[in-house]
């Protein structure tokens, strides 16, 4: 059974930052990616970052490209976000996601919007809020 495990989020200002954690467990032997995902009120869901286990290859959405980092320590099966120069638009409630389809993940976190298929990871966390405001 695959759990995902959020933990890190709160409130800060902007320009500050803030790390969250995705403790994954019950994944498979085969490749896999892992991701973050976001969904601010009113808005559809966006797929920010993810990193391939194979070779931690790593991707990222043009809205957090230069800020955010992703990465992860195998040995505790975690997946950390580092999140700098925050902005008002990064609140939202964040989710970490892993699929086995890790094309589909990468294809979903690098083209956004201008993907013309619809994605759904295959696992998800129950998801934690950060808010950026001053």
């Known amino acids: 059974q695959v759990q995902l495990v959020e933990s890190g989020g709160g409130s800060v200002q902007p320009g500050g930052s803030l790390t969250v954690s995705c403790v994954a467990s019950?994944?498979?032997?085969?490749?896999?990616?892992i991701g973050w995902f976001r969904q601010a009120p009113g808005k559809k869901r966006e797929g920010i970052s993810c990193?391939?286990?194979?070779?931690?290859?790593?991707h990222y959405a043009d809205s957090v490209k230069g800020r955010f980092t992703i990465s992860r320590d195998r040995s505790k099966n975690t997946v950390y976000l580092q999140m700098d120069s925050l902005k008002p638009e990064d609140t939202g409630a964040y989710y970490c996601?892993?699929?086995?389809?890790?094309?589909?993940?990468?294809?979903?976190?690098?083209?956004?919007?201008?993907?013309?298929?619809?994605?759904?990871?295959?696992?998800w966390g129950h998801g934690i809020q950060v808010t950026v405001s001053s």
């Open positions: 996601a892993a699929d086995s389809k890790w094309w589909a993940m990468i294809h979903d976190v690098v083209l956004g919007d201008q993907s013309s298929y619809p994605y759904e990871a295959a696992y």
């Open positions: 990193i391939k286990h194979s070779d931690d290859s790593t």
């Open positions: 019950g994944l498979s032997q085969g490749d896999y990616a």
